[in-house]
């Protein structure tokens, strides 16, 4: 697999299980951020995401449809100590936490940002 499908899968995934079942198209592509900084990438994503039934997108908003799937902080969410740079607000971080999805993982984040990207805030 290369790191363009391996990273479009992981959008998909983290975009399946997401709190948030309606989001504003800034806040997703907000998420996606933390995957790829590549516009082409993120609209593979989400055209990805709609054609697989994931999402729907109607009016600059994205309605995740989910089959109850969530992410587990107990068993998908691990933590690391070492010298991290959070991938959401870049701040410096001594406990990264990282996200375990099928297709890799998520990380590192400071404890309030991988609350922010799962939608737990």
């Known amino acids: 697999m290369s790191e363009r499908q391996r990273k479009r899968e992981l959008g998909l995934e983290l975009l399946a299980n997401l709190e948030d079942e309606d989001l504003p198209m800034s806040a997703v592509v ?19 995401a709609d054609r697989r039934g994931l999402i729907d997108r109607e009016d600059g908003r994205i309605r ?40 890799g993982e998520l990380g590192p984040f400071g404890s309030s940002c991988v609350r922010k990207v799962l939608g737990r805030e």
């Open 64 to 103: 995740v449809r989910r089959g109850g799937t969530f992410v587990r902080f107990e068993s998908q969410v691990i933590q690391r100590d070492g010298e991290f740079e959070c991938r959401r607000c870049g701040a410096s971080i001594a406990t990264g936490h990282f996200v375990r999805f099928d297709a």
């Open 30 to 48: 907000d998420r996606i951020e933390t995957i790829t900084t590549s516009p082409s990438l993120t609209r593979e994503i989400l055209d990805t």
